[in-house]
Structures are given as structure tokens and as C-alpha cells.
């Protein structure tokens, strides 16, 4: 199993600001995920992160509005940027067991945009 | 495009009963599916993983079942407790390991003393 932390575990920020979200590993993974969960709503796969390269982003969401930094295997930010009240979601970054692929996921940041 | 279901959308049960949620995906060609537990405003623990070639897997008092030609899977809950309450999330994943988790809406569970 990956232990997964997140800061900040939420915060409250004002429109036209922008937050960076990090998210620490215990253990070195080749890919790391950021998700969108917004209010009442399942999860959505913003990014991929590799590590020594570019994110690879889902359709929908570009690399201004979401840039993402992952300088080593363990580590990895996402910042909302230019921010309005439809970005108030849970972030949650996860990462992928090598062995069976299971899945496992950070506390999430509650954001929330006034 | 694969497609996850959830059914019901929120359930309500005493404590004690046996329960059973159902999730349903539109491509049977799933490499894996897993069911997660997401406290209120909070991340998402993993609770079974069930592999393609598997029919069930089984922790405690939980139990999930695949029936992939079908695309369904169940997640049975036996003696239900008032910890149990949660939503409960159903997530395959296609084809190969390296492609990405898609999820149900999450069946919403309140078990009542």
C-alpha cells in the first residue's frame, strides 16, 4: 500500500487568487494522479503526472488553468489558478500500486472560492 | 466510453442488516474494479480490489463480487453498524494497468442505530 499526505487539508480563498496543493508519497511511484471531486459529484480525472515530464491533462482541463510541477518520484503540486466559486471541490491526489494497480488516494484538500 | 453506475443513489438501513450495492459498467473488457469508502469531506480508502479473472473477493464483513460478461458488480455488506455510514464509490479500470480509474456517482449509506 502508498501512504499519501496533502497540504493544505482545505482552505478558503478568495476569486482571481490561486492555490498550490502538494502531495507527498512514502514510497517512489512513476505516475501520480490529481482528481476533482466537485460538491455532491463523483470523482474526475484532471491529470496524469510522470515524473521528467509533462503532465498529460483530460479533456477539459489545460495546463493555465492547472499547472502541475512533479520534480521527483515521490512528490508532486497542483495549483488551481485564477480562481473562481465552480472551482470549489475536493482535490485528491492518488497514486498506483505497482503490483496489482490498486488504487490509493490522499486525504484531499476541501477548497472553497468566494 | 465506459460508463459506471451506481444504484441505489442513497440507502437508509437499520443496524444490523445485511445489504447489498450494486454497480453496473457499459464495457465488460475491465482490467480491474475497485470499491472505495469516502467519509464526508474526505479522501477515499480503498476497500476491495477485484481483478478481471477473479469472481469475488472478501474482507471482514465485506464482500465484492464481479460478474464481468454481465458488467456488474456488488458489494455486500453483512451486519451493518453505524460506522458504516458513508458513500460508497465503484471504480474499473480499462483495458491494461496504466489506464485511468473511472468512477460511479457513489451509493450515499446511512445506517441507523
Known amino acids: 500500500s502508498a501512504v499519501i499526505s496533502q497540504k493544505p487539508s482545505r482552505d478558503i480563498c478568495q476569486r482571481g487568487t490561486s492555490l498550490t496543493i502538494q502531495c507527498q508519497v512514502d514510497?517512489?511511484?512513476?505516475?501520480m494522479f490529481w482528481y476533482r471531486q466537485q460538491p455532491g459529484q463523483s470523482l474526475t480525472l484532471i491529470a496524469t503526472?510522470?515524473?521528467?515530464?509533462?503532465?498529460?491533462?483530460e479533456s477539459g482541463f489545460v495546463i493555465d488553468k492547472f499547472p502541475i510541477s512533479r520534480p521527483n518520484l515521490t512528490f508532486s503540486t497542483l495549483t488551481v489558478s485564477n480562481m473562481s466559486p465552480e472551482d470549489s471541490s475536493i482535490y485528491l491526489c492518488?497514486?498506483?500500486?505497482?503490483?496489482?494497480?490498486?488504487?490509493?488516494f490522499g486525504p484531499g484538500t476541501r477548497l472553497t472560492v468566494t | 466510453k465506459q460508463e459506471v453506475t451506481q444504484i441505489p443513489a442513497a440507502l437508509s438501513v437499520p443496524e444490523g442488516e445485511n445489504l447489498v450495492l450494486n454497480c453496473s459498467f457499459t464495457d465488460s473488457a475491465i482490467y480491474n474494479l475497485q470499491w472505495f469508502r469516502q467519509d464526508p469531506g474526505k479522501g477515499l480508502t480503498s476497500l476491495l480490489l477485484i481483478q478481471s479473472s477473479q469472481r469475488e473477493q472478501t474482507s471482514g464483513r465485506l464482500n465484492a463480487s464481479l460478474d464481468k460478461s454481465s458488467g456488474r458488480s456488488t458489494l455486500y455488506i453483512a451486519a451493518s453498524q453505524p460506522g458504516d455510514s458513508a458513500t460508497y464509490l465503484c471504480a474499473v479500470r480499462k483495458n491494461s494497468g496504466n489506464t485511468p480509474l473511472v468512477f460511479g456517482k457513489g451509493t450515499r449509506l446511512s445506517v441507523i442505530a
Open positions: 514510497s517512489q511511484v512513476t505516475m
Open positions: 492518488s497514486v498506483k500500486g505497482q503490483t496489482h494497480y490498486e488504487q490509493y
Open positions: 503526472a510522470n515524473q521528467g515530464s509533462e503532465a498529460t491533462y
